[in-house]
């Protein structure tokens, strides 16, 4: 087996990937301990740690738990709650219950939890842990497929996993967490999701286009305007949502606001009108989703760039090119 631990220097720091190993039930509260205060949400939590530590792969389970943990001020990188800065969290599962367990090749890795506190998202920290996940799930576990759900709303996200990756879209499922709260949803928004998939062998493909002919090209089925509300800390900027005047063609664009967590919590006021502004692109957009995926289109990139000093995002679709 390679090794389960990796450094990473970024921007003028060092930090340590490590795949927990441990049989000691106090080595997994930490995990449970960091998940709460990225998400704050009480009623999405793991198992009990006796659960979790019997879950691990290395134990009597199908879990694989990665560890992010900050060099500390003497050059080490202790395994505690402290250093720890990010993780993720998987298990091994199948794609046809029929088939179950019976052919390798129908095993898959579902990845449930993947995230980086907040003070530390800026030096591209989930960009490894994918990777280093990816590495350990094909030589650990012998699987060559992982999915994972995100929301279609967030686009550093959707760049990493489609620009980055090359996943797939296997359903868009709506209101999927339904009556979860925490920091990163709302409970008046639905929380509908992708749920991709990530071939781990695939050598990424995709169709040659042109983002700002297709921008010149009115592509867009949903795209956004500025405008200027009342927001949570006083007047802001903030994308509203249109529908295109489109005509279906080979290749079609989807815009989605470019910070849709700050989106969320700006718009976490009492005036109706602009609570409602993210509640709009949930459901445009899923429209657009839905009705474009049925059509036979395929999501083949997701892009972003600045246009008239704001920065803006796109997903690319595609239908019938090679």
Same mark, same amino acid.
């Given at each position: ?87 993720? +969290? ?21 990845? &449930? ?19 280093? &996940?990816? &590495? ?9 497929? $992982? ?16 620009? $980055? ?33 990530? *071939? ?8 040659? +286009? ?40 080979? $290749? ?15 718009? *976490?006021?009492? *005036?109706?009108?602009?609570?409602? $502004? ?45």
């Amino acid at each position: 087996m390679r090794d389960l631990e990796v450094i990473h220097e970024l921007k003028g720091r060092r930090f340590l990937f490590a795949v927990e190993t441990s049989d000691k039930l106090a080595e997994y509260a930490k995990f449970e301990e960091l998940r709460y205060e990225i998400w704050e949400d009480p009623d999405d939590n793991f198992s009990a740690a006796r659960n979790m530590a019997g879950q691990n792969i290395f134990n009597d389970g199908s879990s694989l738990y990665i560890g992010i943990y900050i060099e500390s001020k003497n050059g080490r990188f202790p395994k505690n709650r402290e250093h720890l800065i990010g993780f993720s +969290y998987g298990y091994v599962g199948i794609k046809d219950l029929n088939i179950g367990y019976r052919n390798p090749a129908n095993l898959e890795f579902y990845s &449930q939890y993947a995230s980086v506190k907040q003070d530390f998202q800026k030096y591209g920290l989930g960009f490894f842990l994918k990777q280093f &996940q990816r &590495q350990k799930v094909i030589e650990i576990l012998g699987i060559n497929t $992982i999915t994972c759900t995100f929301d279609p709303l967030t686009g550093v996200n959707a760049y990493r996993n489609f620009h $980055i990756f090359g996943m797939e879209v296997i359903a868009y499922k709506e209101a999927f967490y339904k009556g979860f709260a925490g920091k990163l949803n709302r409970v008046d928004v639905p929380s509908d999701r992708f749920f991709v998939s990530w *071939d781990l062998k695939k050598e990424i493909k995709r169709p040659k +286009y042109d983002l700002e002919l297709l921008l010149e090209e009115d592509r867009l089925i949903v795209y956004s305007e500025s405008r200027e509300v009342r927001g949570k800390t006083g007047q802001v900027c903030l994308p509203v949502v249109k529908k295109g005047s489109y005509s279906l063609c080979n $290749i079609m664009l989807i815009e989605i606001p470019y910070d849709f967590y700050t989106l969320l919590q700006e718009t *976490d006021v009492l *005036d109706k009108e602009v609570r409602n $502004i993210p509640v709009y692109w949930r459901k445009k957009t899923k429209e657009a989703f839905c009705s474009i995926l049925k059509d036979g289109y395929k999501i083949i990139d997701f892009r972003y760039k600045k246009i008239k000093d704001r920065m803006r995002d796109f997903y690319v679709l595609s239908k019938g090119m090679k």
